[in-house]
């Protein structure tokens, strides 16, 4: 027994000891200088002086809380819109028809794309010389450029959310197929002979089969949605901005000062994502005690 | 009634594959046009000039095979952040599936004290976004010299990495049989045999994909590489954010294609992976 315990020790040491030095000890340092610890300007007390600046000075609090309340908008709504997207699409692809592999190689297609490619593609899609613009000025909708709504870097973080709905909704689709596929016809089947309508086959029968899957699906989303950085550094605007962008701008300020801020912004960050998994563990537990 | 509704059904899926599909059809015209102005919906010159401009090939009048050599080897900055991504997705993999395997055998297949705690510590920076770690990080690489070098930048990559494929491998192993080692070791094959005949052609598939994703999660990293390389470690990612920015959308969709060429083909191959209902399609997410 005690040869597997070493063997269990020395499996685990390299991997734990990367995700904890470099990860935990990243956010700990980040803690640390959140809380005006910083050596490097020789200032080694500890107070909440960046919190209190970040959220409630006159300077900054009217970005904090706008660029709080984005960051909400912008992660929910895109969620639930990737996830009802590749929703309506693996319902409908899943049944056999001629181009299936083809469209699940589609539907698929931006699952391994790098968001900042998707984000590119958005301002060439969406923006008012794009793509659209140009299809909407053939057919005689619009005249100029500046007829064409403002979809890309506009202060509702609608660039944002497209590149997070065609990117996650990839996530979701796989997700979703995987589980159908699994669960098969037959739940289906039986509902049908019982007189279930298609609405209550979806609602009754399929939706609580899928929701679980969803919901793991949707809190990933929902996370790094709400923590990354590339897709609103290039598709947002300075005000509202969203906190990763003003979490690292703080950072690469010059004055060293800032940095505290950025810091203590990027903690905030880390503390809601963590909040909301656990009211979704907490949830999800209650769940199970329920039933 | 009924054929008409699963013909609007398909025309349907149709359509969302059409929407899905039109960023990657404005990339390619972008990339192989010359000056398409508004409101052209289709460009009237067709131009390499954005590829030319990359210095991937050469000037319309010397495209011989010698001088598309002669053009990379000159090393132009594409040339050098495609070899840094690649050389960096490479290592990053190969070092995460070596540091993985052993403990995600051990996971997969013991059952011991606080391994419910370890796989959650391992599996944390899948939720917490990367901005909360690097910040802090970034100051201590600093102190440590690790910042601005190679060596750094990989590291930082295996954080993302790490927990993706622990998880991917840790599936495998909950389905493995380990007795069909024991009788290749009772047949008298040593350790190395048993691993290179028995164990690896068992969790070899899953292996795989891991190894794959691994790949294409330091492929598509722009935060990390970007404070831990301190300017000075320039890959594909980086390449592409400066040069959107800076909006020339000829450059910038050239640049998009051949960052993403390796994805696409990525997909293609894990996709006959990537089925049936395993815990580790989550990981996706982070991609």
């Known amino acids: 027994m005690s040869g597997d315990r070493l063997k269990i020790i020395l499996s685990l040491t390299s991997p734990l000891l990367i995700i904890i030095t470099l990860f935990f000890g990243g956010i700990f340092y980040g803690l640390l200088q959140s809380l005006g610890y910083q050596p490097a300007i020789q200032k080694y007390d500890i107070n909440f002086d960046a919190y209190y600046n970040v959220m409630f000075s006159e300077r900054y609090a009217k970005l904090f809380w706008t660029g709080l309340g984005l960051n909400l908008w912008v992660s929910f709504v895109s969620t639930f819109l990737a996830a009802a997207f590749a929703l309506f699409g693996a319902l409908a692809i899943r049944k056999t ?42 057919v005689g909708l619009i005249g100029s450029p500046s007829d064409f709504p403002i979809l890309v870097k506009d202060k509702y973080g609608l660039g944002i959310i497209l590149t997070y709905v065609w990117k996650e909704s990839a996530f979701f689709f796989i997700i979703l197929m995987s589980v159908l596929q699994s669960l098969g016809e037959n739940f289906e089947e ?45 598709l947002g605007i300075s005000y509202p901005q969203m906190l990763p962008v003003m979490a690292f701008e703080f950072f690469l300020n010059p004055d060293l000062n800032a940095r505290s801020e950025g810091m203590a912004l990027s903690i905030i960050i880390a503390m809601i994502v963590m909040i909301l998994v656990i009211i979704y563990f907490w949830l999800i537990q209650s769940k199970i005690r329920k039933n | 009634m009924n054929t008409n509704l699963k013909k609007i059904n398909i025309y349907a899926i149709y359509l969302g594959a059409f929407i899905l599909i039109l960023p990657l059809i404005a990339f390619f015209i972008n990339a192989f046009s010359f000056r398409w102005f508004y409101p052209q919906l289709v460009p009237k010159e067709l131009s390499l000039q954005a590829w030319v401009r990359l210095k991937l090939i050469p000037k319309i009048d010397n495209r011989s095979f010698d001088n598309f050599l002669e053009l990379w080897l000159s090393n132009p900055t ?77 590291l930082v990559h295996l954080v993302p990495i790490m927990p993706y494929v622990v998880l991917t491998m840790t599936g495998i192993f909950a389905n493995y049989n380990p007795d069909f080692e024991h009788q290749a070791r009772t047949l008298g094959a040593n350790k190395f045999k ?62 998009s294609i051949v960052f993403i060429f390796p994805t696409i083909l990525i997909l293609f191959f894990a996709s006959k992976f990537v089925t049936g209902d395993s815990s580790a399609k989550y990981g996706l997410g982070k991609l």
């Open chain 1, 97 to 138: 028809f001629f181009a299936k592999t083809f469209c699940n190689f589609i539907y698929s297609l931006n699952l391994p794309m790098p968001h900042l490619v998707v984000a590119i593609g958005m301002i060439f899609v969406f923006s008012q010389s794009g793509l659209l613009a140009r299809m909407s000025s053939q």
């Open chain 2, 194 to 255: 048993t691993f290179y005949l028995i164990t690896l052609p068992a969790i070899a598939p899953g292996m795989v994909v891991a190894a794959l994703f691994a790949f294409l999660v330091s492929w598509s990293q722009y935060l990390l590489t970007f404070l831990i390389g301190a300017g000075k470690i320039m890959t594909l990612p980086l390449l592409v954010f400066s040069t959107a920015s800076s909006g020339n959308p000829a450059l910038t969709a050239a640049l």
């Open chain 1, 190 to 234: 039986l509902a049908q002979s019982l007189g279930a309508n298609k609405w209550q086959r979806f609602r009754y029968v399929i939706l609580p089969l899928i929701m679980p899957s969803l919901f793991s699906a949707s809190i990933i989303v929902f996370a790094f949605s709400f923590g990354a950085y590339e897709v609103p550094a290039l």
């Open chain 2, 78 to 154: 594409i040339i050098k952040a495609l070899l840094n991504s690649l050389t960096i997705g490479l290592i990053v993999t190969i070092a995460s599936i070596i540091i993985a395997l052993p403990a995600a055998r051990v996971l997969g297949l013991l059952n011991f004290r606080f391994k419910k705690i370890i796989i959650f510590i391992m599996i944390s920076p899948t939720i917490l976004p990367p901005i909360a770690f690097v910040l802090g990080l970034n100051i201590n690489f600093i102190s440590l010299g690790l910042s601005g070098s190679f060596f750094g930048v990989c």
